[in-house]
């Protein structure tokens, strides 16, 4: 089991620029995140997925889409980069029970300049 | 709302020396309270969760909580640090029926031989 992959795992990206960053987990979970990781404020939540065909916004969704593309896979997009998105961003996932433990992705190292 | 707060961003303690990383929390009603743990460059790692019962809930690596619920605190405990055990910790709280985890702003735990 590969757990939780995400690519890439470093990107750099100027002002105004569109990506998708990707994730898939193998282990049958029904629900899946999205965070990002700032210095000094832990973790956010951008959006998340609490199964296949679902999506919610959490904290801090602007300047963010995300697709539950099927139930391995949760994309995030950046429609139009800003400075702001600079971070580092954590997929994770989630049995269908909420009082499970999350497994999270070993991120994404995003620079906007 | 749910929130917590985690009151030291540092905690330095010497190898073979009891570790506490403390914790309060804010959530309506009982509390899906959970302790990760990041090593540098990785994706966040599942260390114990307290859902109901015993207030002292064992996990990983000889790693230990409790719960107090009048003082809204689960503070994470380890009888001998090692050097190992270097790494950021992170605290975070679940509302029972929410999917949304809160997550503390961390603190990094440096253990020196």
């Known amino acids: 089991n590969a757990g939780v992959t995400q690519t890439p795992k470093f990107q750099v990206l100027k002002t105004g620029q569109s990506m998708t960053l990707q994730c898939a987990q193998d282990?049958?979970?029904?629900?899946m995140y999205w965070y990002r990781q700032d210095p000094g404020m832990g973790l956010r939540l951008i959006y998340y997925?609490?199964?296949?065909?679902?999506?919610d916004k959490g904290e801090v969704p602007n300047g963010y889409n995300v697709s539950r593309l099927n139930k391995r896979e949760f994309s995030l997009r950046l429609e139009s980069a800003a400075p702001s998105q600079t971070s580092v961003y954590f997929c994770?996932?989630?049995?269908?029970?909420?009082?499970?433990?999350?497994?999270f992705g070993p991120g994404t190292r995003l620079t906007v300049t | 709302a749910q929130s917590v707060a985690q009151p030291e961003d540092q905690v330095n303690v010497a190898e073979g020396n009891p570790l506490t990383v403390k914790c309060t929390y804010s959530?309506?009603?009982?509390?899906?309270l959970f302790w990760y743990v990041q090593y540098p460059n990785r994706g966040l790692q599942f260390l114990l969760k307290?859902?109901?019962?015993?207030?002292l809930v064992k996990g990983s690596y000889g790693f230990e909580a409790e719960f107090n619920k009048s003082q809204t605190s689960f503070h994470l405990k380890k009888p001998s640090a090692l050097v190992s055990d270097s790494a950021l910790y992170f605290c975070a709280v679940r509302a029972r029926g929410d999917y949304k985890l809160s997550f503390g702003a961390g603190t990094t735990v440096t253990v020196r031989a």
């Open positions: 307290y859902i109901t019962g015993d207030n």
């Open positions: 994770a996932s989630s049995d269908t029970s909420r009082k499970d433990e999350q497994y």
């Open positions: 959530v309506s009603g009982n509390p899906y």
């Open positions: 997925s609490a199964s296949e065909g679902t999506t």
């Open positions: 282990m049958n979970h029904n629900s």
